[in-house]
Structure formats: structure tokens, C-alpha cells
């Protein structure tokens, strides 16, 4: 079965320092998603991408963030300056359409910002 | 506010017996309610999505009810096996929002031998 890939599985960076997630979502889907999970947190909405552009973000998605699908197979989300709190499980997931289709997680990156 | 609240936090259950776990929403306009399981240190994996007009719906070994009168949910796991200990997450989506799905804080399933 189709699965959604993430890279790195876990990155350390400092304080400060850009951070580049990846992912590759399942190949025909075409709604994408950042999600996160601060340990022992419920998972919480990033962002949604659909047609090469933002849906709709949450409150924590500021102008420290910023996603981009910069080919046909890779979605990614950078953080610019990353600080303490960033330190979560980043999920992507894809979802063939934004209703009532299942998304699909990948098993996700885990930042630690020292 | 939107708030999605399951209930009991964790349990632990023999090998081959039933459990059920329950989900309260306040999320609305309501679109649907679906239940994930995480296995730990990976993605959520969905087990079943139903909409306002769904009852029930299985998966297998799992049996999600709705009731949208009372914005209440269950999941009901049958003959529990070793590989069902996970944490069980109810997910509500807004018909104001497709993207944005409210997650429960889930409940931790350990079934033992």
C-alpha cells in the first residue's frame, strides 16, 4: 500500500538555525497537511496546501514557517529561525480529497532544538 | 470553542477481551468524526470515518458508533490482541474547515498477555 515518507526521522539543530522537513506524500493525492505533536500533547494543525497554495493555517504557523511543493513528489516545510518550543513530531499527511477521505500520516520527523 | 474530549485517559485490558473507548465533540458545524490508532513514535492510521447520517461503521475488530444528537462517539474493540496496544485518537472535522481536524488527546490501550 502507498505510504507518505518523511525525512529526516529526527533532526537536532540550534537555536536559531533553519530547518528544512521533507516529505514525500502518496502519489495521487492532491491535499497536503503539516501537523505536529509537542510529547505528550494532542496533535495540532500546521497547515493545508492545496493547488500550490495555503488553505488555511493555524495560530502557530507564523512567518517563522513556510511550506512549498517545489516539484510533482515533494512537499516540504521550513522553519526559519528555529526556538525551544519547535521541538515536536512534525506529521505530513496527504489525503486524495479535502472532505471525507482518510488522511494518510507518515511516521513523522522529530525535531529537538537545543 | 472546539474542543474534543475521549475518555478514560489509558487502559489496560486482558488478550482477547472487549473494551470501549468514548469520544465527546463540541466541534460545529460538524462534518465528521474519525478514529485513528498511533502506534508509539509513528503516524496516526485511520481506522473508520463517518459522516452526520452513520450510525456505525467496523473495521475489522473495531466498531465506531455515532450519535450526532449528543455530539457522542464510541470505538469498541473486539477480542483485543497484543497488537492493539496503542493509543485510540477521535478526530472531529468542521464543515468550516477541510483541513483542519480537531484531535482528541486519546486513550491508551495496553492489552496484556
Known amino acids: 500500500e502507498p505510504e507518505v515518507t518523511q525525512t529526516p526521522s529526527h533532526q537536532v539543530t540550534q537555536m536559531g538555525q533553519e530547518v528544512i522537513l521533507r516529505c514525500v506524500p502518496i502519489?495521487?493525492?492532491?491535499?497536503f497537511y503539516w501537523y505536529r505533536q509537542i510529547l505528550g500533547q494532542k496533535v495540532e494543525f500546521l497547515v493545508s496546501?492545496?493547488?500550490?497554495?495555503?488553505?488555511?493555517k493555524s495560530e502557530i504557523f507564523d512567518d517563522q514557517f513556510s511550506v512549498e511543493r517545489p516539484d510533482g513528489s515533494n512537499f516540504t516545510l521550513k522553519i526559519r529561525s528555529t526556538k525551544l518550543e519547535d521541538s515536536a513530531m512534525y506529521f505530513c499527511?496527504?489525503?486524495?480529497?479535502?472532505?471525507?477521505?482518510?488522511?494518510?500520516f507518515g511516521n513523522g520527523t522529530r525535531l529537538t532544538v537545543t | 470553542k472546539n474542543q474534543v474530549e475521549q475518555s478514560p485517559q489509558s487502559l489496560i485490558i486482558l488478550e482477547g477481551k472487549n473494551c470501549t473507548l468514548q469520544?465527546?465533540?463540541?466541534?460545529?458545524?460538524?462534518?465528521?468524526l474519525r478514529w485513528y490508532k498511533q502506534d508509539t513514535g509513528r503516524g496516526p492510521v485511520s481506522l473508520t470515518i463517518?459522516?452526520?447520517?452513520?450510525n456505525t461503521k467496523s473495521n475489522g475488530r473495531y466498531t465506531a458508533t455515532l450519535d450526532a444528537d449528543t455530539k457522542q462517539s464510541s470505538l469498541h474493540i473486539t477480542a483485543s490482541q497484543l497488537s492493539d496496544s496503542a493509543s485510540y485518537i477521535c478526530?472531529?472535522?468542521?464543515?468550516?474547515?477541510?483541513?483542519?481536524?480537531?484531535f482528541g488527546a486519546g486513550t491508551q490501550v495496553v492489552v496484556t498477555p
Open positions: 496546501f492545496y493547488n500550490n497554495e495555503i488553505s488555511e
Open positions: 463517518m459522516t452526520f447520517s452513520e
Open positions: 469520544c465527546n465533540y463540541t466541534v460545529s458545524p460538524f462534518s465528521n
Open positions: 502519489s495521487n493525492h492532491l491535499y
Open positions: 478526530v472531529v472535522r468542521s464543515t468550516d474547515s477541510w483541513g483542519k481536524l480537531q
Open positions: 499527511a496527504s489525503s486524495r480529497d479535502g472532505y471525507n477521505s482518510p488522511l494518510h
